[in-house]
Structure formats: structure tokens, C-alpha cells
């Protein structure tokens, strides 16, 4: 890792942004001897000239120091994954200092601790839009993370499948019921590297008792020696039982509020349930998008 990101560094802004097709040579010789005469920045300069944008700088800034994102012409991802798409805006940064009191809370802790559950208490909350983006933000980081979309409620045209516009999968289902591999289930996002989504798959007529079987607990132990960071996103916890036992078999879980729409005695309540039952509640976030 220590010699790509050594690389990607002696990489100038202006060869990786001739290399990704951002910008000419020919306009590249420009900026350069407009920056030799006004002693400026490289990026600076193509500012002053016209010649890049601030979102191509920050593009070529990320690539030096190997952080990975898309660019809006990239449309292989939903554009509801903004910490792919918008990494550097308001909601990232929250997300980022999510990260930051998650790793002191409970990933640093313990090289045990490696699983937690996003819960909240009803539909339309946004676990999944949680679920994702905090996904992405600790790959970027370097993790190795693995993205499980527990909620086998969820319906045709939802979930992690649609956001990472992923093809059909046996999923978590097929792994439960014993017709699939982590291998051939789960999904590396070519895009993101460090990151595999591994979807729910058929929806089952039995996801709680699915749930409840001890392979469940089996895959998390096998995925932990994989993965440094597991996050899975699961159903409403007012709804289903699900949400308490994924958060059981987690061992911790962090607990999503919606602003404007989520009511306190329905997060109260599932707290108390999950705290119960011995799941570590990490903290909470609320979600305002």
C-alpha cells in the first residue's frame, strides 16, 4: 500500500489530470510556464487561466494522496452515494467525523470488534443511505469494508443492490440458505477499492427464522477475518424483530433518527429492546437529509 500511494504522490496534479483526460497537454504547458513566471501553484494558475476547475484540482489532489472518488460523469453508482460523488461537501464531512467517533468508540477498542449495526425504528428513515455512505467513508480511509444488506424485508427496487446498481446475486439469503458462497454472493465495487457489498438477494418467506440460524453468526466470524470494518444495514426495528437479533449477532449498533420525522419514545423503545438484549449501542446519528 505504502509504494502506490508513494507513486500516486510523485504524480504532478497536472499528469494525472492529462492521464484521466481532464485536461491537454498542450494546455498543461501552459499552466506550467504561467506558474514558472507568477511563482504560483500549478492549480493556481489553471484557475487563473480558466483552464481547470476547483473540482478538477481537487480530483487530481485526491488521486496524490490516493483517496478515491467519482466523477459526476461516472454513472455506474447512484448518485445518493455522495461520499462517492461529493466527498468534499457538508455531508461527507459529518459522515467522516461519524467515522472518527466510531473508531475511537468501538472499531480501536478492541481487533475483535469489527461489526455494527445502523438501526432505527421505521421505514424511511435512511439506514441504507447511512449504511452506504459510512460504507464508503471507511474504505476511502483504507479499510477493508464490507457492506451487508441484512434487511431481507426490503422490496424489489430498494436497498444496497440499487445503490450500487448491482446485478442479481444470491445474496445474504442464498448464503443463509445454504445455495451460496461469500465468494459468488458478495460484490467488490470495482470503483471503490477496499469495498465489497454483499446484497440481501431473494427476498425469503422466512428472513427472521434466516436471521436466527447459527450460520448467520458463522458468516460474521468468517467475514471478520476478511474485513476490517463489517456494516450491516437492517429493517425497521419498530417493524420486525430482525433489527435486534442482526444488532445481537453485531454486538453493537449505532441508532439513526430521522430529523422532523423520527419520535423519541419509538427510538427510546427500540434502544431499551436492543440494550436488552446486549447489543452496545456505539451512539447515534440523525439523519437530515
Not at 485526491?62 to 461529493?86: H, I, M, N, W
Not at 441484512?150 to 427496487?157: F, I, V
Not at 447459527?214 to 463489517?230: C, N, T, Y
Request: glycine content about 10%.
Amino acid at each position: 500500500m505504502n509504494s502506490v500511494v508513494t507513486s500516486n504522490i510523485r504524480r504532478s496534479i497536472g499528469d494525472i489530470l492529462v492521464a484521466t483526460g481532464r485536461l491537454s497537454s498542450a494546455d498543461s504547458s501552459v499552466i506550467m510556464e504561467y506558474q514558472r513566471q507568477h511563482q504560483i501553484q500549478f492549480g493556481d494558475a489553471a484557475l487563473a487561466l480558466k483552464l481547470l476547475t476547483k473540482d478538477d484540482i481537487d480530483f487530481a489532489l485526491a488521486r496524490q494522496f490516493d483517496y478515491t472518488y467519482l466523477g459526476q460523469e461516472d454513472t455506474s453508482l447512484s448518485p445518493d452515494l455522495v461520499a462517492a460523488y461529493k466527498p468534499f461537501g457538508a455531508i461527507c464531512e459529518n459522515l467522516r467525523a461519524v467515522r472518527s467517533q466510531l473508531m475511537l468508540r468501538w472499531f480501536n477498542t478492541d481487533p475483535l470488534r469489527k461489526v455494527l449495526a445502523i438501526v432505527s425504528p421505521a421505514k424511511g428513515d435512511g439506514r441504507s443511505f447511512i449504511s452506504a455512505n459510512l460504507a464508503i467513508v471507511f474504505a476511502q480511509q483504507g479499510q477493508r469494508t464490507l457492506l451487508l444488506d441484512a434487511d431481507l424485508r426490503t422490496a424489489p427496487g430498494t436497498g444496497q443492490k440499487v445503490l450500487f446498481k448491482l446485478g442479481k446475486s444470491a445474496g445474504l439469503s442464498g448464503i443463509l440458505a445454504g445455495r451460496a458462497a461469500l465468494e459468488v454472493a458478495a460484490s467488490p465495487v470495482p470503483s471503490l477499492p477496499g469495498l465489497t457489498v454483499l446484497p440481501t438477494g431473494a427476498v425469503p418467506p422466512n428472513p427472521q427464522e434466516l436471521l436466527g440460524r447459527p450460520e448467520f453468526g458463522q458468516l460474521l466470524g468468517s467475514v471478520a477475518q476478511r474485513f476490517d470494518v463489517i456494516i450491516i444495514d437492517t429493517p425497521a426495528g419498530g417493524d420486525y424483530a430482525d433489527a435486534e437479533i442482526i444488532a445481537a449477532r453485531a454486538g453493537a449498533g449505532v441508532m439513526l433518527a430521522r430529523k422532523n420525522k423520527s419520535l423519541l419514545p419509538d427510538v427510546t423503545r427500540l434502544a431499551g429492546r436492543l440494550q436488552e438484549g446486549g447489543v452496545t449501542l456505539v451512539g447515534s446519528v440523525l439523519n437530515d437529509s
